[in-house]
């Protein structure tokens, strides 16, 4: 991962070892009061009609300021902590070909200094591996010039880190990121932390039966694997396990996908990166609680030995699916992750997923669907909402139960009659994969949520704040912000 390095220093702005100096300011349209201290520049950004709207970035030259090339970026009227993240996000996408830049914030904003750290790391990543040249490059150091204790600066570079290692992995071409190179990947990523690591082959696959994620895997010849990792502190008060869909590329299988609809499908792994990114950063800031990852890897690929549709598979708790659709893969792979999650009896799951083409339709690109118990989604919007980023609680409807139903096996992946609904469908299916927190018969499932990430973990059109094109690492924030409400809580 490329990020630049983050610092932080009492010294007067902008010190003497930056190459090029950016100041956020709030809305000046009423007032110019937060630039009291330099009436010249104030009077420069009038003059160019600049008035610091949100995100809006202009060069400007401001000599009683600094003589080094500088930036003024805005936040917009009553600034909050997101709109301070996403105009230092953009001034750091902005301001290129400069290795040191230094950062502050007009008086009116520092209080907001750790979403502006967040925003320099965030708006800092660039991903060059397969460029035989390097364009314009951004920023390698940011120093911010603001009061910014040890803990706030270390949070900052965790989450920049995570959402890092999922743009990495979810931008590298699925021709290089086999399901054992990813699984590796993963295990790379947290060598250096507290975690331990259990890759499942092929062989310990069928022996333990993994119906789902074997079963999607016949069409490949790349053999599948199943990836736990398992950060759990002494001091934990809470156990929650991740699930990751990661199919590696997504073809369809033999109910092949349309060409356009198959560019972007190595994208189809976020969910397993976004998982194995939380519990990194989670384990990097050793917060006391206990979490599990399940990777579920697999390439979805047509073959003479692939799944047809109408084959029945087994999977790992013995439920029978038969599949009329094998493009509705990812629910195939996850019932086999969530049965091994719920073995171990945590106190909640949490899934990820680019999950179905239904949630785009209904919420957008920049919403995650989030399904699950009504007590565990309301705590995860509540994390969703301290992190700043956009969720939407979708329903799990009693009514499309039956819908479920299959002719000929306990269950069936897809009601190819009537395709309506699809993300809330999918949400049912994985329901039924939830284990129960004690083996009486009418006991409870385990609280569950599930994260359609199919429309906001990729971005197509024009960046904006500290997103550019690609790779969002969405809902990453957001589980490790539930992570830190959960050991408060306890």
Partial sequence: MTLP????????????????????????S???????????????LEGIGFTGSPSAFTRVYAPEVTTLPFAVVGAGRAPDAAAVRDAVGTALRSLTGFATVALALSPELEAFADAAAEGAVLGGYRFDDYRREQGKTRASAVVLHAELDDAALNRAVAVGEAVALIKDLVSTPAEWQSPAQL??????????????????????????????????????????RLVRLDYAPENATRHIALV???????????????AASMVGMKFDMAGAATSAAALRAIAAL???VRVTAWLCITDNMPSGRALRPGDVIRLLDGTTVEVPNTDAEGRLVLADGLVAASRENPDLIIDVATLTGAILMAL???????????????????????????????PLPAYMEEMLDSP????????????????????LFLRRFIGRVSDEKDAPR???????IAGSGEHNGAPYGFTGKGPTGAMVRSIIAFAEASHKEA
């Avoid at 110019?32 to 201290?37: E, G, Q």
């Avoid at 333990?208 to 069409?219: D, M, R, S, T």
């Fill in 5 to 28: 390095a983050l610092s932080r220093t009492s010294d007067q702005f902008p010190g003497s070892a930056a190459d090029a100096a950016v100041l956020v300011i709030s809305d000046i």
């Fill in 30 to 44: 009423d007032s110019t009061d937060s630039l009291s201290a330099h009436p010249g520049l104030a009077e420069s």
């Fill in 183 to 224: 699984a590796q990947s993963a295990a790379d990523s947290v060598a250096d932390l507290d975690v331990s690591v259990t890759i499942y082959d092929e062989e310990r696959l069928a022996a333990e039966g993994f119906g789902g994620i074997l079963g999607v895997a016949q069409g490949s010849d790349r053999p599948p």
């Fill in 244 to 258: 990751g869909k990661g199919i590696t590329f997504d073809t369809g299988g033999l109910s092949l996908k349309p």
């Fill in 286 to 288: 050793a917060l006391p």
């Fill in 364 to 394: 957008g690109h920049r919403h995650t669907g989030v399904f699950g118990d009504d007590d565990a989604v309301a705590e995860f919007l509540s994390a969703a909402e301290k992190a700043d980023e956009l969720a939407w609680h979708m």
């Fill in 408 to 427: 000929i096996a306990d269950m069936q992946n897809a009601n190819m009659g009537d395709r309506m609904g699809g993300a809330s469908y999918a949400g």
């Fill in 446 to 452: 385990i609280p569950w949520v599930h994260l359609d």
